[in-house]
């Protein structure tokens, strides 16, 4: 059964950059939506950017669109989530996410939507 580790998290001052990395091992996830959510103290999770399986497609939740760079490598089954000109508010738990939908792709955005999930990795961005 497939498993997600996420890594790369951190502190960093606003303004900073940080790289996001969700290794998959035990299965494939070469055919496979992938997706980063995060949830900030007392909020609910929320999408931040989703990729086809073959990575021609992506799109961003309006709060990160030309800050983060989702983008994923098959042959290492890596997922990784670029961020640049982090916020105070982009502090979070940062999860790593699959829909088990072979080739499918639409812009899913609930955590109803995918199958599986990494423990998720913290990111704190100090002003």
């Known amino acids: 059964q497939v498993q997600l580790v996420e890594s790369g998290g951190g502190l960093v001052q606003a303004g900073g950059s940080l790289k996001l990395s969700c290794a998959a091992s035990?299965?494939?996830?070469?055919?496979?939506?992938m997706a980063w959510f995060r949830q900030a103290p007392g909020k609910e999770r929320e999408i931040v950017a989703a990729?086809?399986?073959?990575?021609?497609?992506?799109d961003y939740t309006d709060s990160v669109k030309g800050r983060f760079t989702i983008s994923r490598d098959n042959a290492k089954n890596t997922v990784s989530l670029q961020m640049n000109s982090l916020k105070p508010e982009d502090t979070a738990v940062y999860y790593c996410?699959?829909?088990?939908?072979?080739?499918?792709?639409?812009?899913?955005?609930?955590?109803?939507?995918?199958?599986?999930w990494g423990q998720g990795t913290q990111v704190t961005v100090s002003s």
């Open positions: 996410a699959m829909k088990a939908s072979p080739f499918e792709y639409s812009w899913y955005t609930s955590i109803t939507d995918y199958d599986l």
């Open positions: 035990g299965g494939t996830i070469t055919m496979y939506l």
């Open positions: 990729i086809k399986w073959n990575g021609v497609r992506t």
